[in-house]
């Protein structure tokens, strides 16, 4: 196993161990000036179980593939690709999704105004 493919081996050990579908995780490695950047796409379903709460699981990935990148001196990023078809919802349109509609003399009827 050569150094260069370390952490592409890495990160889907990772990723197919935390996903529903294993089969459907692709990892790609590009080197730029930059330092290394691995992109990851999964199947649309295991998104949120890669991302976790908050961001908290992709985050922990990140951190342990910079690890890797240092030990083998290298500056390594990683990119989690949106799947086609995904749905984003920014926090604008979740503020506005949990606020029912209300009709504001409905609002009154129980007061019998």
Same mark, same amino acid.
């Given at each position: 196993?050569?150094? @260069?493919?370390? @952490?592409?081996?890495?990160?889907?050990? #990772?990723?197919?161990?935390?996903?529903?579908?294993?089969? @459907?995780?692709?990892?790609?490695?590009?080197?730029?000036?930059? /330092?290394?950047?691995? +992109?990851?796409?999964?199947?649309?379903?295991?998104? /949120?179980?890669? #991302?976790?709460?908050?961001?908290?699981?992709?985050?922990?990935? $990140?951190?342990? #593939? $910079?690890? #890797?990148?240092?030990?083998?001196?290298?500056?390594?990023?990683?990119?989690?690709?949106?799947?086609?078809?995904?749905?984003?919802?920014?926090?604008?349109q979740e503020?506005?999704? +949990?606020?029912?509609?209300?009709?504001?003399?409905? @609002?009154?009827?129980?007061?019998?105004?």
């Amino acid at each position: 196993m050569s150094s @260069d493919t370390k @952490d592409v081996e890495f990160l889907e050990y #990772i990723v197919k161990a935390l996903v529903d579908h294993p089969e @459907d995780v692709k990892t790609e490695r590009k080197v730029d000036e930059m /330092g290394v950047l691995l +992109s990851v796409r999964v199947h649309p379903e295991d998104m /949120g179980q890669l #991302i976790g709460k908050k961001g908290s699981t992709a985050g922990a990935i $990140r951190s342990l #593939i $910079r690890i #890797i990148g240092l030990k083998n001196q290298a500056r390594v990023n990683l990119k989690i690709e949106e799947p086609e078809g995904g749905s984003r919802v920014t926090p604008k349109q979740e503020a506005t999704a +949990s606020k029912p509609a209300s009709n504001p003399t409905e @609002d009154f009827e129980d007061f019998k105004i």
